[in-house]
């Protein structure tokens, strides 16, 4: 029987560009022509679930606009569950705009739009405790309202459904701070990259950080606010990961990387739904970052993230993503 993985979060419209380098403050660089494509952390990664072989069910909102309509196809397409998806009238949806440079970094300026009204109400209003806690695993990002991440995870958890969290985008200081905090405690599972491993380690009650070359010390610190396992994503270099009594290293997999938009969404879904499935820490790690390594390789958020054949294909012949 396939996984079953609920995804709370947000849906975007992406537009992406890609230049020869980022611009720096005030420049005008020019590039190629836009590329317009379904994203958001949450649908990235319920799309990237999917293609994994898992049942995906989708919670978010979406602007009644025509890329809330484009949206909502693209979660079809890919076979997702999207009843708990709901249009807000007179709303935009969220519009995502990406530079890609040529060696596949980028940034990205966020328009939350309908994302933002995902507040605890409407949560509620989407779905209810026994239909998150029915999955096997439920998976969140910080693209929509803190409270809400933190009453979702409250409600999987009491369920019984592994949680797992993308500390993505980190919120900065103040108010939501003491959220994060809370939040955490109600996580199984936290990945987060190097910049939020960091930011998070000055909240509030956190310990002291270690230096960066040892960030599977960091992980370990991490996992005293509250999960039990903390994985540190580290871009090309792999991942290391801290659970409780161990710690792995995974180097991940040289590969001619492109574009890196998808990559972080394509290993936590593939993270979520292989630690679900009861692998163990160091499988899912590896595998996780194979999935990854192949969303790199290719353009676009979602149009990146692979299948679990490619993702086996890969672990079967580490070589092969270069091909």
Same mark, same amino acid.
């Given at each position: ?25 005030? @420049? ?17 990664? $319920? ?5 994994? +072989? ?13 890329? +809330? ?6 979660? !079809?397409? @890919? ?10 009238? +007179?709303?935009?949806? +969220? ?5 890609? &440079? ?36 439920? /998976?969140?990002?910080?693209? !929509?309202?803190?409270? #809400? ?13 592994? #949680? ?19 939040? %955490? ?5 936290? !990945? ?9 380690? &000055? /909240? ?6 270690? $230096? ?9 610190? /991490? ?7 903390? !994985? ?13 009594? &161990? ?12 574009? #890196? ?19 163990? /820490? ?19 958020? &979602? ?10 294909? %890969? ?9």
């Amino acid at each position: 029987m396939r996984e079953h993985l609920v995804v709370v979060g947000s849906l975007n419209m992406d537009l992406s560009i890609t230049v020869p380098r980022l611009p720096d403050r005030g @420049e005008t660089v020019s590039g190629a022509d836009v590329v317009r494509g379904a994203g958001g952390k949450g649908a990235n990664q $319920a799309v990237a679930a999917a293609r994994l +072989g898992a049942r995906v069910r989708m919670v978010g909102l979406l602007g009644d606009d025509a890329f +809330g309509a484009e949206l909502r196809g693209s979660l !079809v397409t @890919e076979g997702i569950d999207d009843r708990a998806v709901a249009d807000l009238p +007179g709303v935009a949806s +969220g519009l995502a705009l990406i530079v890609v &440079q040529h060696d596949g970094e980028n940034t990205i300026t966020l328009s939350p739009g309908a994302n933002r009204h995902l507040d605890v109400p409407a949560f509620q209003a989407l779905t209810d405790a026994r239909a998150v806690g029915a999955a096997d695993t439920v /998976l969140f990002q910080l693209e !929509v309202p803190l409270p #809400t991440v933190l009453a979702a995870a409250r409600a999987a958890r009491a369920a019984g459904a592994l #949680t797992v969290l993308n500390a993505a985008p980190l919120p900065g200081p103040g108010p939501a701070s003491d959220v994060l905090a809370d939040l %955490l405690y109600e996580v199984d599972v936290l !990945v987060t990259n190097e910049s939020e491993a960091a930011g998070l380690l &000055q /909240l509030p009650g956190a310990p002291a950080g270690t $230096a960066e070359q040892d960030w599977a010390g960091c992980a370990e610190k /991490l996992r005293l606010l509250g999960p039990a396992t903390v !994985v540190i994503t580290l871009g090309a270099a792999g991942a290391v990961a801290a659970g409780p009594g &161990q710690r792995v290293v995974e180097p991940g997999f040289a590969v001619d990387a492109v574009d #890196t938009v998808g990559a972080g969404d394509a290993f936590c879904a593939q993270l979520a739904l292989a630690l679900g499935a009861g692998r163990p /820490l160091a499988d899912a790690l590896r595998r996780a970052c194979a999935a990854g390594a192949l969303a790199a390789t290719r353009r676009g958020a &979602q149009a990146s993230l692979p299948s679990r054949a490619e993702v086996d294909a %890969l672990l079967t012949h580490p070589g092969a993503a270069d091909a």
